[in-house]
DNA sequence: ACCTGAACACCGTTCAAGT
DNA sequence: ACCTGAACACCGTTCAAGT
C-alpha cells in the first residue's frame, strides 16, 4: 500500500520526496498546532508539491498519522534504550515510563496515538515489549506481568490524554498562560459552596498552577507500589 | 451563547426543538458510530430541521461534544450516587470508577471526552467531587488527596482510552468478532523471534481474548493498592 | 515509479432573512 | 425567540493524465 523508498534526488523538474520527508513534515506540522493542523494540503505545500502525490507514501490520513506516530516513538525508543542499567526492575520500569511520559509532554498530540491498536507494531511494540521485559524479573504469572504493563501503560496514557486536550487554543495562543488558565478554573472552585463540594475546596489550592509532571509521577508511583506488592519484592 | 428552553411545543409549522432534543439526538448518534457520525447535517436532518437552527442551542461543535458528554456523565454521576454506602473509603472508590468505566465500555466514545478541562464543570465535577470525598476519609494530606483522585481517574481514562480507539471498523461493521481482531494480532505476535520479543511471547496467550473490564481492575487494584499503603489504612 | 491538477462529496460555520 | 436556505472556506480522497 505504501513503499519505501530514498533514492538520492537526481536532477528533477518535479517535486520529489521520501517517506522519510513526508514523516518529517508531517511532525513538524503535528509539533505546531496538533492533528487539526496536519492536512494532505499544509503537508503537500511544505514539501513542496501536489497534494495527491502524499497518496502514493501512505493510504490515508490514519495511515499518515500512525508512522508519524511510530516515527517519533522510534526515537524515543532510543531513549528508552539508552537508559543505564538498574538492580530493581521497577525502577527500570519508573524510568521507562518517565521517558516516556517527558515524550508526550513535549508532543501532545502524541498522547492520544501511541498506542493505538493500529500501532501495536512497529516501534510501540518494541517499547511494549521494553517495559515488559522488566516484570520478567519480578515474580509474577504471566497474566499478572500482561496486567501489569498494561496498568503502566495506562498511567501514561491517562496522564498524557489529560494533557493534550488541556490547553484550551488560548493558552496555545499564548494569550493566556498555563497559570492563569488554572487559576481561572480555581478562582471558579473557589466560588461555590464549601458544603456541596468539600473536596473541591479542600484540594482548590493544590490545584491551582499543579504541576503535570508531579501528578503523573505521584500516579506512577501509586500503580508501582501496588506492583511492588504484588511481587513480594 | 447558548440559553436553555424547553416550553411546551404549540401549534407550529417550522421544526422546533430544545436543548433536551438535540442532546439526546447528539448523544444516540455518538452511541451509533462515534464521533464522526455526529455532524451538523445529520444532526439537523434527525431533528427534522435545518443545520443553522442548531446554532442556537449550541456555539460550535465543541460545545456541542461537552455538553452532550456531561449528558450522559449526568446519569452516570446518578448512578454513582445510588450506590450503596461503604465503611472503606477504598472500597467506595473503587465501585465508582467501575460504575464509570462500565458507562464507558457502553459508549467508547465517551472516554476521550469525559475529562476534557471544558468540562470540568457541571457533571464532570460533580462526579469528581464525590469521588474526592472518599478521599477526605483517608489519612492524607489535601495534595496526596489531589494526586490519589486523578490516579483514579488516571487509570479510567488509560485503560477507556484503549477501549475507545481498539475496533477498527470491521469490528464495528460485525465483519470482524472482536476475538478474532484479537487473535489476529497474537498471530502476528507469535511470529516474531522469541529471542527479540521474550515478553511478548510470554503474555500473548493472556492477551489474545482479553477481557478490557479485568484487565482495568488489574491496573485499578494497583493504585489502590498504593494508595492503602500510603494512606496507611 | 512517482508526481500533478482538477474534480467530488462532505464538513463546520455564517448570515441575511423569515416567522 | 427561534428557525431557514444558501453560501463560504476547507477537508480527505480519487482519477485520468503526465513524466
Known sequence: MARLQNRASEGRRRASHSMESVLTEAV??????????????????RLG???????????????????ATDHVIGSVLADVEALPARDDPIDALRAMAMTL???????????????RS??????SLRLYERLG???LRLDLSARQ???????VVGVVVGSAVDLGQEPPQEVLDGAVSREEFLSRYAQRWREMDPADFPF??????????????EQFCAAL???????????GT
Open 145 to 151: 506481568r500482561f496486567h501489569a504493563v498494561s496498568a
Open 101 to 115: 511520559f517527558y515524550a508526550i509532554v513535549e508532543r501532545p498530540w502524541l498522547g492520544s496515538y501511541f498506542m
Open 200 to 213: 473541591v475546596h479542600d484540594i482548590v489550592d493544590e490545584f491551582d498552577g499543579h504541576d503535570d509532571i
Open 49 to 67: 508539491g501536489g497534494v495527491a502525490s502524499i497518496y502514493w507514501y501512505v493510504a490515508n490520513k490514519e495511515e499518515l498519522l500512525d508512522r
Open 133 to 135: 521485559e522488566q516484570t
Open 28 to 45: 513538524a506540522l503535528l509539533d505546531e498546532a496538533g492533528e487539526p493542523a496536519l492536512t494532505f494540503r499544509a503537508l503537500a505545500q
Open 118 to 123: 493500529s500501532t501495536v507494531q512497529g516501534n
Open 221 to 231: 508511583e501509586l500503580t508501582l507500589a501496588g506492583l511492588r506488592l504484588q511481587s
